[in-house]
């Protein structure tokens, strides 16, 4: 196959039903899961994330891209990719606000491990291992979730659920008879 120039993917919004599917592994990284993520980058940057998985795009894989500081003046793009991704070792708490482009406008504080150990491959199908703590952790934490068929909602207390409820709400109205939900800006 040859390498085709990147494009701009739909992203999911609450609601799809693939993005509360538990995602299959990576048997072989093929031309075409390398487009995939070429894409998923391309998409990542110009929906202004920070990360984006598989699922975010209607794709059940255990695959996802993050770039945390990329945004940061002075700062150059250079996005991370996991595949088969695994945590092995999780080290304190904290807690931050997130965000996510499946859910749009809507932001909540949530627990995630301070520092995280976590193996996976890159796009050359070599093993990697990445140690990494804060927003970085942070990241790779919420962008493996959704490999599980969890969003960031789903970690917030009760209490602050019903906050958020009729929003979620109007998320979830536009999805289809298929179990489709696509918003483009």
């Known amino acids: ?50 990360g984006l998985a598989a699922p975010q795009v209607g794709k059940s894989l255990r695959i996802f891209v993050v770039d945390p500081y990329w945004f940061r003046e002075g700062n150059k793009k250079k996005p991370f990719v996991f595949i088969n991704p695994e945590f092995v070792e999780f080290e304190g708490m904290q807690v931050n606000e997130e965000g996510c482009l499946s859910l749009p406008g809507i932001f909540e ?50 209490m602050r659920k019903i906050f958020i409820k009729k929003k979620l709400r109007e998320l979830e109205s536009t999805t289809d008879e298929n179990g489709v939900n696509i918003r483009e800006k």
């Open 1 to 50: 196959m040859d390498k085709q120039k990147a494009k701009i993917l739909s992203v999911r919004i609450y609601g799809d039903e693939t993005l509360r599917k538990v995602s299959g592994s990576v048997e072989d990284i093929t031309d075409e899961i390398r487009q995939f993520i070429n894409d998923l980058i391309k998409t990542m940057y110009e929906k202004d994330g920070i």
């Open 109 to 158: 504080k949530v627990n995630r491990a301070e520092r995280v150990v976590m193996n996976a491959l890159n796009e050359k199908g070599e093993e990697i291992q990445l140690e990494t703590d804060g927003l970085f952790s942070r990241a790779l934490q919420h962008e493996n979730d959704h490999l599980e068929g969890i969003l960031f909602v789903d970690k917030i207390p009760r």
